[in-house]
């Protein structure tokens, strides 16, 4: 973390009710950085997310982009500020063709003047030109050009995780998270799509944050690694150290005898 | 390449290059206008004079039924905001250009029938009465579309229904038209409170304007703008929408801007076609024409035509609207045979008509697979 943090994002929270989702979260990612976040299930990894990306307000603490405040934005609005996502469980605009998905995210960059297109000005017809060339250009990214002009919901399901992040792409980000993206694909498409990741940073030269379920994937491209359990992070650093971070080991195998439970609770009555 | 990507955005960059040459524009941009007003001075001149006064009215009819149709498709069939308030903005444009030609034409020219031939005075005044009207009732749907923003589903229909009805009850409680130029020059502020509009006997004295015209100019215009906002960025939002508000909101759509544009677009045109239908020779417009019923008979166009389909929509708003003067012949068994057919088609077709599609990606796909 020499160089001065792209996201800082310092001692965000949620609860719901009496139940504290995520507490006392902490990242700051540089540009171009590749980052994984990871934790057992239900341990707040998407709640990371959609606090982010505004979602869910944050209760406490504040989240900076390029020195900006991010809190208390709607969702549309940071993401004009430069954060995309992809969503765990694919969230395409089924009806829509797999062009038009990929142009409605593009097209926020655009201007789109509504009574320019209700005259067809010459500014708005070019501006649908430019908006559906570089959505073209864009599915490129992972050969979906083929395919642009059938509905969404009629892709398989892995094109789809594809489109997904060839959407977020378009809204021109400088952070992508990216919400599980090898979920469903076998160890040759993993490898595959560990590769396309670190591409997608080189050459949009964007900061990525990636929860994912896939140890091996998480390990081989992360450069720093937040384990989440429970709401709370527990271990925080390059992959090297988290593999051997008891705490993640207790959090993912669970512990070997009964005084670690012990422990384990003593101390989780103690954070509350 | 993309390093100045903050400065400006890359989807930008070949806007400016990709802009058709000016005349090609121009012609693109007007040309659907000019065949709307082709089409119309064809039904005005070539079909209204041959057939008839019944299958002219019937024309009028079916000319009004697609300007509601098309246009409660853009909040309902783009955005997927469900509402039953459609005849409600109708009926609220109806009144306001009712009273703007009726108390006009009494303070300009002492009388309140119809005033010069063809393209005089009192038709521009129709034409001003009827944008009028359109904008009072797209006043309405921008306060319609606030509180849309938090109902989703079930919750919106029933807020956009009451809105009808409140609109209708509000037509109720007005009070007796002014029936001479006379009686209007006399008439004290207390004689405005509330305003004379007919109350439950409905407003009449209205002149005649609504020409098949103007009708199908408007019907025209009604088009080319929902054809517009469909295969455009607008479209494009409003259908994300539908589709998945959580989704549009995380690609950067404001959904918040955009259901209510809907609804102010959607609310406008409703207002132009209750505007129309006041004018039209031999209807005197009454607060029921702000009921649900109405609304709801809008709405089966919009279904049977297939939510998002503006053809397949209008194809269904004329189907409807002449269907019950074919009916004629089985007398009382009408409404019953109507409402046998509409189960039928929505237990054959649930999708409506053309489902998402439009008329013409049929022909592509014919084309595609006969090559």
């Known amino acids: ?272 | 390449m993309p390093s100045n990507a903050a400065h400006s955005p890359i989807v930008l960059r070949e806007a400016d290059a990709l802009r058709p040459p000016r005349g090609h524009a121009l012609l693109r941009g007007i040309g659907p206008l000019l065949i709307g007003v082709a089409i119309a001075a064809v039904m005005q001149w070539g079909v209204g004079p041959f057939v008839g006064t019944y299958v002219a009215r019937i024309l009028l009819d079916v000319g009004i039924a697609i300007i509601l149709a098309v246009s409660l498709n853009i909040v309902n069939g783009l955005a997927g905001q469900f509402s039953l308030g459609h005849a409600g903005f109708s009926a609220l444009g109806g009144y306001a250009a009712g009273s703007i030609t009726y108390y006009g034409s009494l303070i300009l020219w002492n009388s309140s029938v119809k005033h010069g031939g063809p393209f005089g005075a009192g038709e521009w005044l129709f034409v001003a009465a009827c944008l009028t009207g359109g904008l009072v009732a797209a006043g309405a749907g921008f306060i319609v579309g606030l509180p849309a923003l938090r109902l989703r589903g079930d919750y919106l229909a029933i807020a956009t229904l009451g809105f009808g009805e409140i609109v209708r009850v509000m037509l109720q409680q007005t009070g007796d038209v002014i029936y001479s130029a006379r009686a209007l020059e006399q008439a004290t502020v207390n004689d405005f409170f509330p305003p004379p509009l007919g109350g439950s006997l409905g407003f009449s004295g209205i002149p005649t304007y609504t020409s098949l015209f103007w009708v199908y100019l408007f019907c025209a215009v009604t088009i080319v703008v929902a054809q517009r906002l469909k295969f455009s960025a607008a479209g494009r939002a409003m259908v994300s929408i539908r589709e998945d508000e959580i989704a549009a909101q995380a690609m950067g759509v404001n959904i918040t801007k955009w259901k209510v544009r809907a609804f102010v677009i959607s609310a406008f045109f409703a207002g132009v076609a209750g505007a129309l239908f006041a004018h039209e020779s031999g209807v005197i417009i009454s607060p029921g024409d702000a009921g649900f019923q109405r609304s709801i008979e809008i709405v089966i166009m919009v279904v049977l035509g297939g939510k998002g389909s503006i053809t397949g929509v209008l194809l269904a708003a004329a189907i409807l609207s002449t269907l019950p003067e074919f009916l004629r012949d089985f007398a009382q068994y009408r409404m019953i045979i109507y409402a046998l057919l509409l189960i039928g088609m929505m237990l054959l077709r649930p999708q409506g008509l053309f489902g998402n599609h439009e008329i013409w990606d049929y022909f592509k796909r014919r084309r595609k697979s006969s090559s």
């Open chain 1, 1 to 272: 973390m020499s160089s001065a943090p792209l996201l800082a994002i310092n001692d965000i929270g949620i609860r719901f009710g009496g139940l504290a989702a995520v507490q006392d979260f902490f990242l700051h990612m540089p540009p171009r950085s590749l980052y994984g976040l990871i934790g057992p299930n239900g341990a707040g990894k998407t709640t990371v997310f959609n606090l982010i990306t505004g979602v869910y307000q944050t209760q406490t603490g504040a989240m900076l982009l390029e020195g900006q405040p991010l809190g208390g934005l709607p969702p549309h609005r940071i993401t004009s500020a430069g954060i995309a996502r992809t969503f765990q469980n694919i969230r395409l605009f089924g009806d829509l063709s797999v062009l038009d998905n990929v142009m409605l995210a593009c097209q926020l960059r655009a201007k789109n003047r509504i009574a320019g297109t209700l005259v067809r000005s010459r500014a708005s017809v070019g501006e649908e030109a430019a908006i559906r060339m570089r959505s073209l250009e864009l599915l490129d990214v992972f050969d979906l050009r083929a395919r642009a002009d059938e509905p969404a919901q009629s892709l398989p399901y892995g094109h789809q995780r594809q489109l997904e992040i060839v959407r977020a792409l378009a809204t021109e980000p400088k952070v992508l998270l990216l919400d599980e993206p090898a979920a469903g694909m076998n160890s040759g498409e993993k490898r595959q799509l560990a590769q396309t990741i670190r591409r997608i940073r080189d050459e949009f030269q964007l900061a990525i944050l990636l929860i994912e379920h896939d140890m091996e994937l998480v390990m081989e491209i992360c450069e720093r690694i937040t384990v989440l359990d429970h709401g709370v992070t527990i271990a925080s650093g390059p992959p090297e150290q988290i593999q051997c971070d008891p705490k993640v080991i207790e959090a993912y195998l669970g512990v070997a005898d009964d005084e670690g439970a012990e422990e384990q609770s003593s101390k989780g009555a103690e954070e509350k």
